[in-house]
C-alpha cells in the first residue's frame, strides 16, 4: 500500500486549524491507520491510531477520521508544540508503509 | 519507567557489517512483537524488519531481504538487527519499537500500531 500525505508543508499560526490528509492506494483493512508526530532530533510519537482512535496521553485538539483509502489528522488549535512533521502509517499487512511526511510550520 | 535504548550504530565501510540491539525495560519483552524502523538523514520512515513475539515469525523490507537479520533473546529483554553488506543506502537512524497488539487463540495476530520508540542509533555507511 502506497500512502500519499497532503500537502507537503502547512504554515499556519498558533490557535489556527490543521487539517493534513493522507490517501492510500489501496483500501486500508480494519481502519488500521496511524498517525505520528515527530520533531527534530526525537523518536515519532504515536498520536491516532485506528484512524481515530487518540494514543494514551494525547490531547483532544488531535483528531483522525476517514476510512477506507481517505484519512484525515486535524489539530483543531494549534499550540507551539504542535509545530512538526506529521506522518501516517497503516499497519494491517507488511511492508507497514509510512507517508512521506507533512511539516507543519510556523507561519 | 519504560525504555528502549539502542546500540551499536557507527561507522562502517561499504560492504562491512554491524550489529544493532535494543534493550527494552519497564515491560514484558517477551509478550510483544518488535519492529526496526530507519529513516534517512533529511527523509521519511521506513519499516524495515519485524519479528513476533516469539521470534518465530519475521519479516524484511524487499530493501535489506537477504542481508539483515531480526532476532531477539527474551531472557536478555533484547531485540538485534544483523546488518550486512552495508550499502550507502542503508545509512540511517535505526529505531526499535513495540506492537502492543494481540494474538488470539488461533494464531492471528491484531496490530495495534508503533506505541513505543527508542531514541534511535545511527549508521553512517561511508568509506
Known amino acids: 500500500i502506497v500512502l500519499t500525505q497532503s500537502p507537503g508543508t502547512l504554515s499556519l499560526s498558533p490557535g489556527e486549524r490543521a487539517t493534513l490528509s493522507c490517501w492510500a492506494s489501496?483500501?486500508?483493512?480494519?481502519?488500521?491507520l496511524a498517525w505520528y508526530q515527530q520533531k527534530p532530533g526525537q523518536a515519532p510519537r504515536l498520536l491516532i491510531y485506528?484512524?481515530?482512535s487518540r494514543a494514551t496521553g494525547i490531547p483532544d485538539r488531535f483528531s483522525g477520521g476517514g476510512s477506507g483509502t481517505d484519512f484525515t489528522l486535524t489539530i483543531s488549535r494549534l499550540e507551539p508544540e504542535d509545530f512538526a512533521v506529521y506522518y501516517c502509517?497503516?499497519?494491517?499487512?507488511?511492508?507497514?508503509?509510512f507517508g512521506q511526511g507533512t511539516r507543519v510550520d510556523i507561519k | 519507567e519504560v525504555q528502549l535504548v539502542e546500540s551499536g550504530g557507527g561507522l562502517v565501510q561499504p560492504g562491512g557489517s554491524l550489529r544493532l540491539s535494543c534493550v527494552v525495560s519497564?515491560?514484558?519483552?517477551?509478550?510483544?512483537?518488535m519492529f526496526w524502523v530507519r529513516q534517512a538523514p533529511g527523509k521519511g520512515l521506513e519499516d524495515v524488519s519485524f519479528?513476533?513475539?516469539?521470534?518465530?515469525?519475521?519479516y524484511y523490507a524487499d530493501s535489506v531481504k537477504g542481508r539483515f537479520t531480526i532476532s531477539r533473546d527474551n531472557s536478555k529483554n533484547t531485540l538485534y538487527l544483523q546488518m550486512g553488506d552495508l550499502r550507502t543506502e542503508d545509512m540511517a537512524v535505526y529505531y526499535c519499537?513495540?506492537?502492543?497488539?494481540?494474538?488470539?487463540?488461533?494464531?492471528?495476530?491484531?496490530?495495534?500500531?508503533?506505541?513505543?520508540w527508542g531514541q534511535g542509533t545511527m549508521v553512517t555507511v561511508s568509506s
Open positions: 502509517q497503516h499497519y494491517g499487512s507488511s511492508p507497514r508503509t
Open positions: 519497564g515491560i514484558t519483552f517477551k509478550n510483544y512483537a
Open positions: 489501496q483500501s486500508v483493512s480494519s481502519n488500521y
Open positions: 485506528g484512524a481515530s
Open positions: 519479528i513476533s513475539s516469539t521470534g518465530s515469525s519475521t
Open positions: 519499537a513495540r506492537d502492543p497488539g494481540y494474538y488470539d487463540s488461533s494464531g492471528n495476530f491484531y496490530p495495534y500500531a508503533f506505541d513505543l
